[in-house]
């Protein structure tokens, strides 16, 4: 399997403070790092990302999920949404809107996704089937979260268009309080990541060798 080196730079200010790496700079380093992964490093890491997901006691208990259909180099969670569905789990599955706000559709296998081109992305497979409206993912039990990092606090460097920035605020304006997890590899948990007052930190980061967790206000 490809290695992945740790990549987080930490450059001094003037007067001797240090200040948080640049989001942009991180997220290029991060994705170079990604995209250098093999095919089979892809499907080894989604197996196991899979099988460390599930032992989640949250998972085990959860009647909706909220997901996401991996693309490219992210971690790989074809595995985990059939497992998911296979326990009679509720999965959801986001519908990027023009505005960058989530749409939800509930999955019901492979042949229930469709790719999608949007403007200036690659292609995103989302589900074919009824839409939800971007207000279905307040009944998930737990939220499965794309990301590029995080670090020891809990807080999660996502790719910077905001769609999970709406998702996650959308869930504080209806009191809902799913459990968030973040799917990564095990070099993205890095010691800190650029943060800023809107954002929020997550439960929980599974990788393929484990899973660990923060603790939230």
């Not at 380093?29 to 250098?36: A, E, G, I």
């Not at 989604?46 to 996401?68: I, N």
């Not at 995103?124 to 009944?139: K, N, Q």
Request: aromatic share 4%; net charge positive.
């Amino acid at each position: 399997m490809t290695c992945i080196k740790k990549g987080t730079r930490t450059p001094v200010a003037h007067g001797g403070r240090t200040d948080e790496p640049d989001k942009r700079g991180l997220r290029r380093d991060l994705l170079s790092v990604r995209n250098r992964l093999t095919a089979d490093d892809l499907e080894e890491t989604g197996r196991a990302l899979a099988e460390r997901a599930l032992e989640l006691p949250e998972l085990a208990g959860a009647r909706t999920v909220a997901a996401y259909v991996s693309v490219g180099s992210e971690p790989g969670t074809p595995a985990l949404l059939d497992a998911l569905r296979a326990r009679g789990v509720r999965v959801l599955l986001p519908a990027l809107l023009p505005d960058n706000d989530l749409d939800w559709g509930e999955y019901a296998g492979p042949d229930s996704l469709a790719p999608v081109r949007h403007a200036g992305r690659m292609a995103l497979f989302e589900p074919s089937g009824a839409r939800l409206g971007p207000d279905a993912v307040t009944a998930a039990d737990v939220v499965l979260l794309p990301g590029l990092a995080v670090d020891a606090r809990g807080m999660r460097l996502g790719r910077g268009g905001g769609s999970y920035d709406r998702v996650l605020a959308r869930l504080e304006r209806a009191g809902a309080r799913p459990r968030l997890v973040v799917l990564l590899y095990d070099t993205e948990v890095v010691a800190r990541v650029p943060a800023e007052a809107h954002d929020r930190p997550v439960h929980a980061v599974v990788t393929p060798s484990g899973v660990r967790r923060f603790a939230r206000p």
